[in-house]
């Protein structure tokens, strides 16, 4: 009996820690983002590579937040999925991720085509912070891991090219304000998944575009492309053409033959089929390729060092087996962004399913030979041709409106439609959908001014576009309203407007440490340590003074605006006043590993060497550690010369460099 495409409802439990809330302390400094090259080490890149490189690289997290609010302890949960599936595939989707496929199944194999994290477990790789690892994300917005990692997308039915169903997934990306979609659907008998991408740009001027699908699979594989040459990066931030598969005595299509994290961009060839795979030791492997459209391909390893062994432990449990990542997307490179031009749209097909191929020659000496293979393996199991009819079939398909809603997203899709009307066909932004976040936005929409909070409490979200700038700036000048226009500004690249806007607004403002707070990372900014810490030793006074409970959204502003204040502090040497902070700090927060961390460089700056040592000595995780973070490594030499212990090391870049 033929088995049809079925898209249902289910769910997946899973050892979870929970996301946790957002830092609600508008992201005024961007999280240190390693993917970055010296503008002198532009010189030399072949010339479009070297101006996308440097086309509008991402300078503000806002009007993002940052997710920091998770930590290590997992509890059995259960997540909402939606699963597709035919005869040959199943598919399982998690809406309130991202739309991060967890799983591929082939069926007639009986076996996962990709790495399934057997736990969610967030960690600091996101542009804003939380991210987890395994399965096929879907990377929007700018060089790194989704602001969307951790988020709930849309989802819903749509009738599918072949006569059947469908699964949409859409949101609005705030980074770039720009709405995308992702459909996904099982033709009849397929053994490859079709991905159908669309961006949109509905303004009237041009946006910077970033795209990158993310495959996690087992790193014992060789990983092919059709290329023998890559583009190198590392966390050394050093970009630089190699040979492959051998480079420096090496073969580096196997993942674990790296000693040390490293990004291989591969040179396809224009007019060469886009496509990579990642085979086992008897060739049998999982292969994505695309329409043309989608030009770059990409491998990921942790390396065999012990900080990528450490890293990857860290995402998952001990003893789950290692990962690595196969990628596609828009640029040759993650460095670049490429241009969308106003009120236009970009789209294309992806394919994902199993490839096997004749061992020997997949895992030979002759790296032409195992190119070829492939091809040929890939071209009889899924033509090119047939991928390009594919994509033709699905884009008269991408503006049907949805049918069943089977998970909801954000809301402020529906607020940007709201305001200007966009016409986005096939992605339906309700106004159902805005919420508590979205409701004064939409009050100053509707009336002009910026409504002022009904009860005492961290500041809400800020919108940071023109124009909602230009409606904060005619609006009626309100301490609410001043706040989010100085946050505003401050994107903008107006920092001393900004900081007249907060000063305006701590004259009649009946909370003053969230304006406080903003003028000390104007300090920093400037270049006064002194002033800032003075800012924000009163800002956090003022927290204190006004904080009403110790439930989740108070929690969080107390612990990050207590962090900021005691780096702040010990940066100026201050550590009596940093102590001060410090002890004021509840109990639940002190014992977070990050604060540890805190703790034990305040008790360096006091004279209390042993005791600074005596924090390490007890163990501690920080759960928001950030990729290619050194802070640990640095404090421990402050303290002693000897080797950081192993449960300490992270590192992700060769001891000699910078």
């Not at 990579?276 to 030009?295: E, K, M, N, P, W």
């Not at 503006?399 to 992605?427: F, I, Y």
């Not at 909070?453 to 576009?465: F, H, K």
Request: some cysteine.
């Amino acid at each position: 009996m033929v088995v049809v495409t079925t898209i249902r409802r289910d769910v997946l439990t899973l050892p979870v820690a929970d996301v946790g809330p957002s830092n609600p302390l508008p992201p005024l400094r961007t999280l240190d983002e390693t993917h970055t090259i010296d503008d002198r080490d532009r010189v030399g890149l072949p010339r479009d590579m070297a101006r996308q490189i440097g086309h509008e690289p991402l300078r503000s997290l806002l009007p993002e937040r940052v997710r920091d609010g998770y930590g290590r302890e997992r509890r059995p949960a259960e997540l909402d999925t939606v699963v597709i599936e035919n005869d040959r595939l199943r598919a399982t989707v998690l809406p309130g991720f991202g739309g991060r496929i967890v799983s591929l199944f082939h069926k007639p194999a009986r076996r996962e085509l990709l790495y399934r994290n057997p736990v969610l477990q967030p960690a600091c790789f996101a542009l804003n912070g939380a991210w987890f690892s395994g399965g096929i994300e879907w990377n929007i917005g700018a060089t790194g891991h989704t602001t969307l990692s951790c988020a709930p997308v849309h989802a819903a039915r749509v009738p599918a090219p072949d006569g059947g169903e469908m699964l949409r997934l859409w949101e609005w990306e705030r980074l770039r304000d720009l709405p995308f979609q992702v459909d996904l659907w099982l033709p009849e008998g397929s053994d490859f998944l079709y991905v159908g991408v669309r961006v949109r740009n509905p303004h009237e001027r041009p946006a910077p575009l970033y795209w990158w699908s993310n495959i996690a699979v087992p790193e014992e594989r060789r990983v092919i492309a059709p290329a023998d040459r890559a583009w190198h990066f590392g966390y050394e931030r050093l970009l630089r053409a190699v040979p492959v598969p051998h480079h420096e005595g090496a073969d580096r299509s196997y993942p674990p033959n790296s000693p040390y994290p490293a990004d291989y961009f591969y040179d396809v060839s224009d007019g060469r089929r886009r496509w990579i795979t990642a085979v086992d030791a008897a060739g049998d492997g999982l292969v994505q390729t695309s329409t043309d459209l989608l030009r770059g391909r990409k491998l990921f390893v942790w390396g065999s060092g012990p900080g990528g062994r450490r890293w990857q432990d860290w995402l998952t449990e001990p003893g789950s087996g290692g990962y690595c990542e196969i990628q596609a997307g828009l640029a040759r490179t993650q460095l670049e962004h490429v241009r969308l031009d106003a009120e236009s749209e970009v789209s294309w097909l992806e394919a994902y399913g199993p490839l096997s191929l004749d061992a020997a020659t997949a895992h030979g000496e002759d790296w032409d030979a195992a190119r070829a293979e492939t091809e040929a393996r890939l071209e009889s199991a899924l033509p090119r041709q047939a991928v390009d009819a594919a994509y033709t079939a699905w884009r008269p398909h991408a503006d049907t409106e949805p049918g069943e809603v089977l998970a909801a997203g954000s809301g402020w899709g529906a607020l940007e439609v709201l305001r200007a009307a966009h016409k986005v066909p096939g992605t339906p932004f309700e106004e159902s959908t805005i919420g508590e976040d979205q409701e004064p936005w939409r009050e100053l929409l509707r009336s002009g001014a910026f409504p002022e909070p009904r009860r005492a409490g961290p500041p809400g979200e800020s919108l940071v576009a023109p124009h909602w700038r230009d409606m904060l700036e005619t609006a009626p000048a309100a301490p609410a309203a001043e706040y989010h226009l100085g946050v505003a500004q401050w994107h903008a690249g107006d920092l001393a407007q900004a900081v007249r806007s907060w000063e305006r607004a701590l004259e009649l403002a009946p909370s003053l440490w969230p304006l406080l707070r903003c003028l000390a990372v104007a300090d920093l900014h400037s270049g006064n340590p002194e002033r800032a810490a003075d800012r924000y030793a009163e800002a956090f006074d003022d927290l204190c003074r006004e904080r009403r409970d110790d439930g989740e959204r108070w929690t969080a502003a107390t612990a990050a605006l207590g962090r900021e204040a005691v780096e702040a502090l010990l940066a100026a040497r201050r550590p009596a006043p940093a102590r001060a902070v410090w002890d004021r700090l509840p109990r639940a927060v002190r014992e977070r590993g990050r604060f540890r961390l805190i703790e034990a460089e305040l008790l360096l700056a006091e004279g209390d060497r042993e005791a600074a040592r005596a924090v390490f000595d007890g163990g501690f995780e920080v759960a928001d550690l950030r990729e290619g973070a050194e802070t640990i490594g640095l404090l421990w030499s402050r303290i002693t010369d000897e080797p950081l212990p192993a449960r300490y090391d992270f590192t992700m870049r060769p001891p000699s460099s910078p």
